[in-house]
C-alpha cells in the first residue's frame, strides 16, 4: 500500500473540511469564510512540506503562496487554483445542503467540490505525497493559490502584472477543467475568454402610468429587447459589426479529431443539459459552437414590477446582464469598444442606452506539441491506461491569459471534472475515482518532468 492509497480517506476528510467552508466571493457577509478558506489551504500546504507558504494580502481577497525549490536545473512549475465559489442558490434545488458535503454513487456533493476546491486539492496532495515518502520533488514547484476567480480575480491579476520574483516558472498548471468523458484522459488547449457587463436603458425620469402615459411614453424595457435582438439574431449569428473578424477557425487535422470524440448528442441534450433542442450558428458542428466560436449571452434582465399581482407602471429604467465569450485571437478591450458602438447604433428612440464593462479577460490557445503539454498527456495516459485526448472549453480562466501575457508561460489544463459535475448550478459534485487517480497523475506527471 501506497502513500496515496493509505491516506485516501484522509485525503478526503481534508476535502470535506474545506468544503464545509462557504468562502462565496460574491457575498461581502462571506469574506469571514474567505479568509478561513484561504488559511485552511495555507495550512494544508505547510503540512505538505512546502516552504514559505502563508498569504499574500491585497485589495482584494487573500492569495495563497507556497513554494519547493529544491530541485536547481530541473523546471518550476506554477500551481494555480481558487477556493473561492459560486453562491449555492436555489436552495431549493440542493438534493443535500450545498455545504455539508455527502457522498453518493462515489461523487462527493458540495458547493466547490470540482470548482475549483476538490481540483486544487489535488495539486497540493500530490505535492505532500512526494514530499512526505521521498523528502523531495522532481521539480520546483511553486503554489498561487486565489479567492476572486469566480469574480473577476482583480486582485491576482494585478500581483500577476507586477512579474513578481516568487512567480518565475516555466510552466502553470491548472486542475480548473474537465475530463471529456469519464476514463478518458483529457487535457483542454483552449479556453474562451470573457467580457462581463451590464446594460442600462433609461427612459423618462420617473415611473409612468401605463394607462396615462401608455402609447407615448418610451419603455426601456421594450427598448432592451430591442437591442438585444439587434445584437443577435435566431440563428444565433452575433449582429455586432467586425465581432467575429479576428476568429481563427479550427484546423482540419483539430476537427478531425473533435469528430472522433466518443460523443452522443441526444444524451448531451437530454441528460446533460436537460433542453428540448440544441440552438445556435447552424453552419457550425456543436463542438465548434461551445468550443471555437464567440458568444453573446443575456443572465437576466431586471425593470418594472415583477411582484405578486399586478402593477400598470412603464418603468423608468431597466438593466440587463450580458457576457461574451471570445476565442482566439479578439481581444477582451477591442470587443467591449465593438459592443458599445453596436448598442449605440441600434438603440431605440427615447431611450439612452450604455454598456459598462465589469471584467473581462483574453482567450487562449496552447500548441498541443508543447513540452509541458506532451508529459502532462503521458502522465494521465498511464494513471488512465488510454491515450489522451485534446479539447477546447467555452469557459473561461482570466488567470490563463494574465500568465501568458505577463510572465510569458505556457498553461497546462490537467482537469478531472466531468461534464455533468453541475458547475455554478446545485449539486455540484465531483466523482472521486477521479479525485483520486488525479492526485496521482499530477504526481506522475512531476516525476515525467523530472526525468
Not at 42 to 53: F, H, I, S, T, V
Amino acid at each position: 500500500m501506497d502513500y496515496f492509497e493509505a491516506n485516501s480517506e484522509r485525503f478526503l476528510e481534508g476535502l470535506k473540511t474545506w468544503l464545509r467552508i462557504p468562502s462565496i466571493s460574491t457575498a461581502p457577509e462571506h469574506k469571514p469564510d474567505i479568509r478561513r478558506a484561504a488559511e485552511f489551504i495555507a495550512a494544508e500546504l505547510r503540512d505538505a512540506g512546502l516552504q514559505n507558504a502563508g498569504l499574500i494580502e491585497g485589495q482584494g481577497h487573500p492569495l495563497v503562496y507556497a513554494e519547493w525549490l529544491g530541485a536547481p536545473g530541473k523546471p518550476t512549475l506554477l500551481f494555480y487554483g481558487h477556493y473561492d465559489v459560486q453562491p449555492p442558490d436555489p436552495l431549493d434545488e440542493w438534493k443535500s445542503a450545498p455545504f455539508e458535503p455527502e457522498i453518493r454513487d462515489n461523487n462527493i456533493y458540495a458547493r466547490g467540490a470540482s470548482d475549483d476546491k476538490g481540483q486544487t486539492y489535488i495539486l497540493v496532495k500530490a505535492v505532500e505525497g512526494l514530499l512526505k515518502t521521498r523528502g523531495k520533488l522532481p521539480i520546483n514547484v511553486r503554489f498561487l493559490i486565489e479567492g476572486e476567480e469566480e469574480v473577476g480575480g482583480e486582485h491576482i491579476a494585478a500581483y500577476v502584472a507586477g512579474k513578481p520574483a516568487n512567480l518565475k516558472a516555466d510552466a502553470a498548471v491548472i486542475c480548473d477543467t474537465e475530463m471529456f468523458a469519464p476514463d478518458l484522459p483529457t487535457l483542454c488547449v483552449g479556453l474562451r475568454g470573457i467580457v462581463y457587463g451590464e446594460l442600462r436603458v433609461e427612459g423618462a425620469s420617473h415611473d409612468l402610468h401605463s394607462g396615462v402615459y401608455g402609447g407615448a411614453a418610451p419603455n426601456p424595457i421594450q427598448a432592451i429587447a430591442e437591442i438585444l435582438c439587434a445584437l443577435k439574431d435566431r440563428d444565433g449569428h452575433i449582429l455586432i459589426p467586425g465581432f467575429t473578424d479576428r476568429v481563427i477557425a479550427p484546423s482540419e487535422k483539430e476537427s478531425a479529431a473533435w469528430a472522433r470524440l466518443p460523443f452522443n448528442e441526444r444524451e448531451y441534450r437530454e441528460k446533460e443539459m436537460g433542453a428540448r433542442e440544441l440552438v445556435g450558428e447552424p453552419e457550425h458542428t456543436l463542438f465548434e459552437r461551445v468550443w471555437a466560436r464567440p458568444t453573446l449571452e443575456v443572465h437576466g434582465i431586471r425593470g418594472g414590477f415583477t411582484g405578486e399581482g399586478a402593477k400598470t407602471v412603464i418603468p423608468a429604467r431597466a438593466l440587463a446582464k450580458l457576457s461574451m465569450r471570445l476565442v482566439a485571437d479578439q481581444r477582451p478591450e477591442e470587443a467591449t469598444a465593438q459592443l458599445k458602438a453596436a448598442v449605440a447604433r441600434v438603440c431605440p428612440r427615447g431611450v439612452t442606452a450604455e454598456f459598462e464593462s465589469i471584467h473581462g479577460a483574453a482567450p487562449s490557445l496552447v500548441n498541443p506539441d508543447n513540452p509541458f503539454i506532451r508529459a502532462a498527456a503521458s502522465a494521465m495516459a498511464e494513471v488512465f491506461g488510454g491515450e489522451t485526448v485534446y479539447i477546447r472549453s467555452g469557459g473561461s480562466i482570466p488567470i490563463v491569459g494574465s500568465f501568458d501575457q505577463h510572465l510569458g508561460i505556457p498553461s497546462v489544463l490537467m482537469g478531472f471534472g466531468l461534464p455533468d459535475d453541475n458547475l455554478h448550478a446545485p449539486n455540484e459534485k465531483f466523482h472521486l475515482p477521479n479525485f483520486y487517480r488525479g492526485i496521482r497523475a499530477v504526481a506522475r506527471y512531476l516525476d515525467v518532468l523530472g526525468e
